[in-house]
């Protein structure tokens, strides 16, 4: 938690005030990175210490055996990604145009079939 003291410094000039507070503010810095240091190397041993376990278990094992382990122990993420169509609520009418269309042609396109009459929602 950061804790905040109100210090008054009387000292001979301005820029001498300025210099103390940078001065502290560095240090405070300092104390802050070291902490910091050594949550990140608490956490880097942690890592360490559970991958090690997970390459023991696997120690006995051939590469290609190592390889056929974790292909099925990891198959369901490989398959788990998300479908490239996605279900809409609303009625959507999906052109691809192939060659050389003119672009005059392709507005008429979009005119017609956003009209009232056919009530189709087209999203372009």
């Known amino acids: 938690m950061l804790r905040r003291v109100i210090m008054f410094l ?3 000039a301005q820029q001498r005030a300025h210099e103390v507070v940078a001065w502290r ?3 405070e810095q300092q104390e ?3 902490r910091d240091v ?3 190397e608490a956490k880097q041993k942690e890592h360490r ?3 090690e376990k997970k390459q023991q278990k696997l120690a006995h094992l051939t590469w290609r055996q190592r390889k056929a382990v974790l292909y099925k122990a990891n198959k369901h993420l490989i398959f788990s990604k998300p479908k490239e169509r996605t279900e809409m609520d609303k009625n959507v009418l999906s052109i691809i145009v192939k060659g ?3 672009f005059c042609l392709l507005l008429c396109c979009f005119c017609v079939l ?3 009459v056919c009530s189709i929602a087209l999203n372009y």
């Open 25 to 27: 503010t560095y240090v």
């Open 32 to 34: 802050r990175m070291k």
């Open 38 to 40: 050594e949550v990140i």
């Open 100 to 102: 050389a269309v003119p």
């Open 49 to 51: 210490v559970e991958y």
């Open 10 to 12: 009387s000292l001979p």
């Open 114 to 116: 956003k009209c009232s």
